[in-house]
């Protein structure tokens, strides 16, 4: 009797092991949801390019956070379109030209409502306006995440992280 009831349990165990590993070894599924937060990155790129703190501020929460890599930390959309006005003005910011525009490396979905972006770009020719040297080539990446209230993706949180390479 016991026996059998080690092979009924093997024999049950076997399917189920099989079923598993098929689960596990299948190419994830892209969510529905992706088109849209990859279109919300692509409206804060392309304000970015225009130098439109307005458009840029518009993407983000009421309660949103953004970090440069110079550790600027801005609280709200309201603090971030002010700073962003006044670094759009700036002719050093300006003088920067993208070698490798933005482009997404990583996007997932941790929730439903929640998306993480992962993305990175490469410039050169900024300006330190407080010196008037210019600055080393730039290479940013930057890791957003995006909550969807009322039916629309907007960017809670932005770190920028710049690469410092040896010296």
């Not at 040297?133 to 009322?150: G, I, N, T, W």
Request: with cysteine.
């Amino acid at each position: 009797m016991l026996a059998a009831f080690r092979s009924l349990r093997l024999a049950c165990a076997i399917p189920a092991l099989l079923l598993l590993a098929v689960t596990l070894s299948a190419p994830a599924q892209s969510n529905p949801e992706e088109p849209a937060v990859r279109a919300a990155i692509a409206r804060e790129t392309a304000a970015w390019t225009r130098f439109d703190p307005h458009a840029v501020a518009l993407l983000y929460t009421d309660d949103a956070i953004w970090q440069n890599p110079f550790g600027v930390r801005i609280h709200g959309p309201v603090q971030l379109e002010r700073f962003l006005t006044n670094l759009f003005n700036r002719p050093g910011y300006r003088s920067a030209k993208d070698t490798s525009p933005a482009k997404i490396i990583d996007l997932r979905f941790p929730s439903p409502t929640v998306a993480i972006v992962w993305s990175k770009e490469s410039s050169e020719g900024q300006v330190d306006d407080s010196t008037g040297k210019p600055m080393a080539p730039r290479q940013s990446h930057y890791m957003e995440v995006l909550v969807k209230r009322d039916g629309q993706w907007k960017i809670s949180d932005c770190l920028i992280m710049d690469v410092i390479p040896p010296s």
